[in-house]
């Protein structure tokens, strides 16, 4: 690896956000390389889903900053380097952010294939029988029936919403994807599925993610390296492994030993 | 039975200011358009007043008009083409009372023209004004319902949302179905409604001598369009502009180049299709153009040389 590939795709450095009194991220401060799944876990209410929308650039955080190398232009502070416009630019361009809720991700009210297509028209694309092609190849990608293209992800199911949402993101090949809680609300053998097409289109395609979930197991299976969080801050960092299977803090520990085992 | 559209100046009802509004809302007005205009296709927000009509019925193009009509100047108003339907009446009458001005029916005479769905057949000249009445000025809304983010769109000039609509049509459709309020891009920068004209009139809009004014009562914005400012259709490359067409010619004038509006005559199906501009055909059929059933309309268009 030259020294060049080092570089972080993604550096944070004591991230702090309040919202008045309460403090819902304080000093956080990470790395992620290319190409890395970092799992973000904690309970309700520990900061992650703050936390994701800072590093996602739709909150600012009072001090601390997030860095974030661009594709040509190498890292630039999110906020204070980058203007708002050139901010949504790269989310659209670079970025892929995939919601708990479906319907957060999605317009309802325009066809699945208007879905997966609204990114690549944001970006310039002007030719139908493109987007077209490439709405199709994305909804055979997460394995959605082709037939449905053009109806409205309203009378989809739960699972089938989040599979589109996938779709919708990777479309635009990002280099980065935030996933917050991807697999909550949907039943278990959904889940399992929908972590299998995760795993192997992040794999495939090479993305960077940043995981937030509250279940251990899909942390496990998608994840390198965790993050655990508590009261907003890092209790502990490590690779998945060591941390889910000999974790040191005290409520790691409890984390860990709180998850039913089937 | 032929209304009488042209009439000559008289004085205006004393009990009201000249044009209704007064002076400092017309003020504020005009400051309003000098900017839409300084800034082609951008919705400027103004102070809109209640206006002695609902909203709907053209609220916003009458403030318009209130605000750059003199005593000298000669109003047309059409609703759907027509100089006689209710709205247009209204409207004409309305403006007759507090300004007094000349009104008439004939394009070519008028220095103000306002409209309602239509852009008159006869070409507008430099000096004229068209005035459109406005009932939803944000071409993003049935897309993007929150006002905060379509603003930032407009500002940041990121219009990918549009083409999704039209990528709707024609994934429903197999064409770009929308025909009227067909989104523009006003001087390659602003996306812009043209009001719920057909689509049809969209190519009369670029590069046109005459001056643009849009006014939308309920949202209170004022947009405009320069004279000689280029308004570009939206497309996609493989489902370029195009503007609606007729197989018929008009029944009265025979015109094949005009906007026909198609009217059921019986019950039992019969239809025909005739101009929508009513100035236009009465023109034509005064200069001696007949259409396959002009012969035998009963109310030919009286008051005009044959």
Not at chain 2, 278 to 288: F, L
Request: proline share 6%.
């Amino acid at each position: 690896m030259t020294k060049d590939d080092m570089t972080p795709i993604l550096s944070v450095d004591r991230v702090t956000r309040r919202f008045g009194d309460l403090v819902a991220c304080r000093d956080v401060s990470f790395s992620l390389q290319a190409g890395e799944v970092l799992g973000i876990v904690g309970e309700s209410g520990s900061g992650k889903t703050t936390l994701l929308r800072v590093l996602s650039g739709t909150l600012a955080p009072q001090a601390g900053e997030v860095r974030y190398a661009l594709r040509d232009r190498g890292p630039f502070d999110l906020y204070r380097g980058l203007s708002e416009p050139e901010r949504r630019w790269l989310q659209r361009t670079e970025w892929g952010v995939v919601h708990q809720n479906p319907r957060d991700g999605l317009r309802m009210g325009i066809s699945a294939g208007g879905n997966i297509g609204e990114r690549l028209m944001a970006v310039g694309a002007r030719h139908y029988g493109e987007v077209r092609g490439a709405a199709g190849d994305w909804m055979a990608k997460v394995e959605l029936d082709l037939g449905r293209i053009d109806d409205s992800p309203a009378e989809f199911s739960g699972g089938m919403q989040q599979r589109l949402q996938f779709a919708r993101n990777l479309v635009i090949q990002p280099r980065l994807v935030f996933m917050d809680e991807p697999t909550g609300g949907l039943d278990v053998s959904v889940q399992a599925r929908l972590l299998d097409l995760i795993r192997g289109l992040t794999r495939e395609l090479g993305v960077s993610a940043i995981l937030v979930t509250h279940d251990l197991a899909v942390a496990r299976l998608l994840a390198d390296r965790l993050i655990v969080m508590k009261d907003g801050r890092v209790v502990e960092e490590g690779l998945t492994d060591q941390v889910l299977d000999d974790p040191t803090h005290p409520y790691s520990q409890l984390l860990v030993s709180s998850v039913l085992q089937a | 039975m032929t209304l009488v559209m042209e009439t000559e100046r008289t004085a205006p009802d004393e009990t009201y200011n000249f044009a209704y509004l007064d002076e400092e809302t017309k003020r504020m007005i005009r400051r309003a358009i000098l900017k839409a205009m300084a800034v082609p296709g951008y919705q400027v927000p103004f102070g809109g007043r209640e206006m002695p009509l609902p909203y709907g019925w053209g609220t916003g193009g009458i403030q318009v008009t209130a605000a750059v009509i003199g005593p000298d100047d000669v109003l047309k108003v059409i609703d759907q083409g027509a100089d006689d339907t209710t709205n247009a009446v209204s409207i004409r009458r309305f403006f007759r009372r507090v300004t007094g001005v000349a009104t008439t029916g004939r394009t070519v005479e008028a220095t103000i023209v306002q409209t309602r769905h239509r852009i008159p057949e006869s070409a507008l000249r430099e000096g004229q004004i068209l005035v459109y009445q406005v009932p939803i000025p944000e071409p993003l809304r049935r897309i993007e319902p929150r006002e905060a983010e379509t603003r930032k769109l407009h500002a940041y000039r990121e219009y990918g949302l549009m083409h999704v609509r039209l990528y709707e049509d024609i994934a429903r459709f197999g064409r770009i179905a929308t025909s009227y309020d067909y989104p523009v891009m006003v001087n390659e920068r602003y996306l812009m409604a043209p009001s719920p004209t057909p689509k049809f009139d969209n190519p009369k809009m670029t590069a046109a001598p005459f001056l643009q004014l849009f006014g939308a009562g309920r949202e209170k914005r004022i947009y405009a369009v320069p004279p000689y400012t280029t308004v570009t259709s939206l497309d996609f490359d493989d489902h370029p502009f195009d503007v609606q067409s007729w197989d018929e010619v008009c029944a009265l004038c025979g015109a094949a180049d005009s906007f026909l509006d198609e009217v059921v005559l019986d019950d039992a199906g019969k239809r025909m299709f005739v101009c929508s501009d009513t100035d236009y055909c009465e023109d034509r059929r005064a200069a001696g153009h007949v259409g396959p059933e002009g012969a035998d309309e009963a109310d030919a268009p009286a008051g005009k040389k044959p």
